[in-house]
């Protein structure tokens, strides 16, 4: 491919949009984890708990990747506030507490509140709140600076020195090349002090009285998409039952993933999901497709723009690569070499297509994007090395969940190119089902234990004997007509084995699905491809458990995912360290883990609604209705999801019994 390999923290691909400056390589990656986060793409906080932006580190204010304010520490009648809390208030916005004791009271008490409103956009709001009996006159200072670096220089530790500051109306300016900054207040301060990058207020507050101050940081050269441009393509679903973190949940998921859409620079009105923050603000193929495809429930309007924004890039010409999405290598653990995410988001073009399809995707949007899912699938037919696997990358490993994927690829596509009245449905039925035969005969290792399938074949045809979480991807077949599932690689014995696996105490962590089992060699439970709990693979097992009949391990899955949710404040990391749960742990984060992360908001998406099991045939004005049996979070309503582009409001009982409540007058419900 000829870029870097990209870890599961690594360099966002550069396709649409280049994302600045060199790589970061992983082991740079300064911590995150203990990082209050506002994102609202392109704009993007990075905040210490403590809400003090002290120019160290990685900290600061970023716009499209370049950091406008590194520096604005806070000090009030010449003291630093003492912090108290710092915390989330959504995906954009967060709070910072503190508390000053000014002395003019006998007595350990503070006598000033601090409340710091921090947003993603760079508007901070400062509300001093005088606790004091009597009243008080206050000198207040906010000390500003900024290098105006890349994030990826930040990260990598090769930031400048702060910039000499210039005054500017009502604040302070920096400039650095084509770089420009701004820090305005409101009100103006008293004095500014450009020298010492200092705004100064001297403030009289009576008792009980607070004041504010609003700081707001841009850049000189703002781009805007005209307004109304870009329309919010997610449905705001809502859901309510027995278990009230289940709405909590879902609201964070959908709005966490809302906050990470970027335009495609090509095309404004196209909007797809970024990859995750802080480190891969960009466009990631094979992630943004998945985050598309898990979202399906709430419209098919982030698939569609994300397909026309992958087809705009897709590799033209007569080729090896024709039809193929470009994309970065992976790393993929000590166990394999880097894997290609062009090849993923190639595969999961069509399928992705396919299902939207089924979803309700308008015929215009879904005609205009047939010709680039038929190129997907030419690429296909000609990728396949002389053994009958697909290589990933060529020459490469045959990998597990590549094989999979194109498996997937080939059904839904037969079933998109049937729909569509396209001819070549039935030869892919074949390359289907001889993949199959293939797989069972040469992936599968037998055991006494009831065998397991292969990580990965060698180019030699030795199998890597590892069980991983990607094996997981074996059981997500995808959506056919009727509100049929595809046929998968693995028959009904073969797949009641991988699920007792998948939901051994070796894979189950009790938190989520672990990549690699915990007894496997080079496990390690912080190794994002050799142990971590990945987020959105622990959905796709939730949910192909499931599908196949399997409640017990689904449940278990699920549980954890949601117990984990619980713990990180619904906001889930793309990954995080698989040790195991014990009465009284807690999950540990990774220290490098992007959250938000489009996968990991839309994991919660695709879990949750998959206890529903829904299953639309638009084109056929029928949809069914398979809840989980069990009903492993007891009674539970969803709400404001969508179907044929209209609402869809669905209940299920305890007793697992599903009942639509709300549809599109067409839709006659199935079987």
């Known amino acids: 491919m000829g870029r870097p390999a990209e870890g599961s923290h690594g360099q966002a691909a550069p396709a649409p949009a280049p994302v600045p400056g060199p790589p970061v390589r992983w082991a740079e990656l300064p911590p995150v984890h203990g990082s209050v986060i506002c994102v609202s793409a392109p704009g993007l906080v990075i905040s210490p708990e403590h809400g003090q932006l002290t120019g160290r580190g990685v900290d600061g204010i970023y716009r499209s990747g370049r950091r406008l304010l590194s520096r604005c520490v806070l000090r009030v009648g010449g003291r630093d506030p003492v912090a108290v809390q710092g915390r989330s208030l959504g995906a954009d916005r967060a709070a910072f507490t503190s508390t000053v004791r000014t002395g003019v009271e006998a007595g350990p008490d503070p006598d000033i509140g601090v409340e710091r ?279 490469g490993p045959r990998r597990c969940e590549t094989q999979a994927h194109a498996h997937r690829a080939a059904l839904l596509g037969a079933d998109l190119l049937d729909g569509c009245g396209r001819p070549g449905a039935g030869e892919w039925r074949e390359w289907a089902a001889a993949l199959g035969e293939r797989f069972r005969a040469r992936f599968w290792i037998d055991g006494p234990d009831g065998g397991r399938p292969a990580a990965a074949l ?70 994002h491809r050799s142990g971590a709990v990945r987020a959105h693979e622990s959905a796709v097992a939730v949910a192909g458990l499931a599908q196949a009949g399997f409640e017990k391990e689904a449940a278990g899955l699920l549980r954890g995912l949601l117990d984990a949710a619980e713990s990180f404040g619904y906001r889930l990391p793309e990954m995080y360290a698989a040790h195991q749960r014990t009465a009284g742990s807690a999950p540990l984060p990774h220290p490098t883990a992007c959250r938000p992360a489009a996968v990991a908001a839309a994991a919660g998406i695709h879990a949750l609604t998959a206890l529903a099991g829904i299953r639309p045939d638009a084109p056929a004005a029928t949809v069914a209705v398979t809840p989980r049996a069990g009903a492993p979070l007891g009674a539970l309503r969803f709400a404001d999801l969508r179907v044929s582009g209209e609402p869809f409001a669905v209940r299920i009982s305890r007793l697992g019994v599903g009942m639509v409540e709300e549809a599109a007058g067409a839709l006659q419900l199935g079987g």
């Open 117 to 395: 409103i921090r947003h993603a956009d760079g508007t901070e709001r400062i509300t001093l709140r005088s606790f004091a009996a009597r009243p008080l006159r206050l000198p207040v200072e906010v000390a500003l600076g900024t290098d105006l670096a890349e994030l990826a220089a930040v990260a990598a530790g090769r930031a400048g020195p702060e910039l000499a500051a210039g005054v500017h109306a009502g604040g302070l300016r920096w400039s650095a090349g084509e770089a420009h900054a701004v820090t305005t207040a409101d009100p103006a301060p008293d004095d500014a002090l450009a020298s010492a990058g200092l705004l100064r207020w001297e403030l009289e507050l009576a008792p009980g009285e607070s004041r504010s101050i609003e700081l707001r940081t841009t850049r000189d050269r703002t781009v805007r998409a005209p307004a109304g441009q870009v329309a919010n393509p997610l449905a705001a679903a809502r859901a309510e039952g027995d278990d009230p973190r289940v709405d909590v949940w879902l609201r964070t998921s959908v709005e966490d993933l809302r906050a990470l859409l970027l335009r495609d620079p090509e095309s404004p009105g196209d909007a797809f999901a970024a990859a995750g923050v802080p480190w891969r603000l960009g466009l990631a193929p094979a992630e943004s497709l998945w985050a598309a495809r898990m979202a399906l429930p709430l419209g098919t309007g982030l698939a569609a723009a994300t397909l026309r924004t992958l087809a705009r890039g897709q590799t033209g010409g007569r080729g090896p690569d024709a039809g193929k999405i470009p994309g970065p290598l992976r790393a993929a653990g000590a166990q394999l070499p880097p894997g290609c995410t062009g090849t993923e988001a190639t595969l999961g073009f069509p399928a992705v297509l396919a299902e939207a399809r089924r979803w309700g995707m308008p015929e215009e949007e879904l005609a205009r994007l047939l010709p680039a899912a038929e190129r997907c699938l030419d690429w296909l037919r000609g990728a396949l090395g002389q053994d009958g696997f697909l290589a990933d990358p060529d020459p």
């Open 458 to 527: 060698h180019p030699d045809g030795r199998p890597l004997p590892r069980l991983t979480g990607a094996a997981a991807h074996l059981l997500d077949t995808g959506l056919l007509g009727g509100g049929r599932l595809a046929p998968g690689l693995l028959d009904r014995i073969r797949t009641e084995q991988l699920a007792r696996l998948l939901g051994s105490p070796a894979m189950d962590s009790g938190w989520g699905l672990r990549s690699m089992a915990a007894r496997e060699p080079g496990h390690n439970p912080f190794g």
